[in-house]
């Protein structure tokens, strides 16, 4: 039996990330961290899959979100934004996540008792639907 615990360093040799191993595979508690040193993630892996109750915190330490990991499957539980407004209680209500390299498109993903329901762009570029370039929609 192999155990192991990674630690992973950023600037100024400050910790990154801690990761437990079994075997060279995740198992055990995750955490990730911003620069300052504040916890962003915490959670377990079971035989490389996330697993239990994970948290996340915004850079302000205000905690954002609680989920449930089932075979790998995520479960929203409870979402808060960066005033400490809670928008999801127990897995009913809205997220707000930003995605890009600066994080210029924002949605609204509702939930209804965990399960996605729908999304909605509420900040970002939108191009419209995806048509394929064919000889026949160039024309069109």
């Known amino acids: ?8 360093r950023g600037e100024a ?4 990330r801690i990761v437990q191993y079994f075997n060279k595979v995740k198992h055990g508690q995750w955490i ?6 504040l916890i962003q993630e915490i959670g377990n892996y079971n035989e490389g899959i996330e697993f239990g ?9 205000q905690l954002k979100e609680e989920c449930h ?13 960066e005033q ?5 209680e127990n897995g009913t209500g809205h997220t707000i996540e930003k995605f890009g390299t ?3 498109d924002v949605y609204k993903h509702f939930y209804q008792n965990g399960e996605f329901k729908s999304k909605e762009k509420i900040e970002g570029v939108s191009f ?12 069109s």
């Open 32 to 37: 990730s961290f911003f620069e300052s040193g």
């Open 13 to 16: 040799r400050r910790i990154k």
């Open 53 to 61: 109750i994970w948290k996340e915190w915004y850079r302000s330490g």
């Open 1 to 8: 039996m192999d155990k192991d615990i990674e630690i992973i």
């Open 128 to 139: 419209g639907k995806f048509k394929p370039n064919t000889p026949h929609s160039r024309n």
């Open 84 to 88: 400490g407004n809670k928008l999801l």
């Open 69 to 81: 990991y089932r075979e790998g499957r995520k479960i929203p539980l409870n979402f808060w934004d």
């Open 102 to 104: 600066k994080e210029y």
